[in-house]
């Protein structure tokens, strides 16, 4: 199966940039997902086919995908912002065919 | 309004099943694949598996196969997971979602754009 890891953490002052990674083999010949989750929600979408953002989601946010990393970039980190973020692609060779990363909790200091 | 809504929480004694469902509206049920995803408690998220609402084929993560069923009516707009042989670790919540694809469309999958909002299966004796 495809493995997707991510940092379990990542902590970054209000106004700052938090880069979350998300580690595959060659992840970037593939399409990265992310998706924000706060305590209690479901999942809401953030990026989508590594770097476009759906209706509504703030420009703070945004993605990229290379080699074996792809990367979800919030600038200018506000305190709604701390939540669980998860990267997922779709490996039609794979099972699952739809894998999720580790997960990466996103504290705001 | 395109929204996805569960039904309640369940709690079920080891080795039973649990039919989880989850009702479409505002777009054309059969127009998109329904996926199902899993959240242990404090753990992270696992697809389960996807039904195409269209012809009501399926896929499964090796996982859950044999133990899991996905079906779709089309006379109710509603997407229905069953889990049998349950355990304490299929204690979670479990999640519909759909990326608005189907076997016409996304020739790579977008992402899982609606979400409904949960339903936690507890398992426990």
């Known amino acids: 199966s495809y493995v997707l890891t991510q940092p379990p953490s990542v902590s970054v002052a209000p106004g700052k940039t938090a880069r979350i990674t998300c580690g595959g083999n060659?992840?970037?010949?593939?399409?990265v997902h992310w998706y924000q989750q706060k305590p209690g929600q479901a999942p809401v979408l953030v990026i989508y086919?590594?770097?476009d953002r759906p209706s509504g989601i703030p420009e703070r946010f945004s993605g990229s995908n290379s080699g074996n990393t792809a990367t979800l970039t919030i600038s200018r980190v506000e305190a709604g912002d701390e939540a669980d973020y998860y990267c997922?692609?779709?490996?039609?060779?794979?099972?699952?065919?739809?894998?999720f990363g580790t997960g990466t909790k996103v504290t705001v200091l | 309004e395109v929204q996805l809504v569960q039904s309640g929480a369940e709690v079920k004694k080891p080795g039973a099943t649990v039919k989880i469902s989850c009702k479409v509206s505002?777009?054309?049920?059969?127009?998109?694949?329904m996926h199902w995803v899993q959240q242990a408690p404090g753990k992270g998220l696992e697809w389960m598996g996807l039904?195409?609402?269209?012809?009501?084929?399926?896929i499964y993560a090796e996982k859950f196969q044999g133990r899991v069923t996905i079906t779709a009516d089309t006379s109710t707009d509603t997407a229905y997971m069953e889990l049998s042989s349950l355990r304490s670790e299929d204690t979670a919540v479990y999640y519909c979602?759909?990326?608005?694809?189907?076997?016409?469309?996304?020739?790579?999958?977008?992402?899982?754009?609606?979400w409904g909002q949960g339903t936690l299966v507890t398992v426990s004796s």
């Open positions: 039904v195409d609402p269209e012809d009501g084929e399926t």
């Open positions: 505002g777009y054309t049920f059969t127009d998109y694949y």
């Open positions: 086919y590594d770097s």
């Open positions: 060659n992840i970037g010949s593939k399409s």
């Open positions: 997922q692609v779709w490996d039609s060779s794979s099972d699952p065919l739809y894998v």
């Open positions: 979602a759909t990326d608005f694809c189907s076997s016409t469309s996304c020739p790579v999958p977008l992402g899982l754009s609606l």
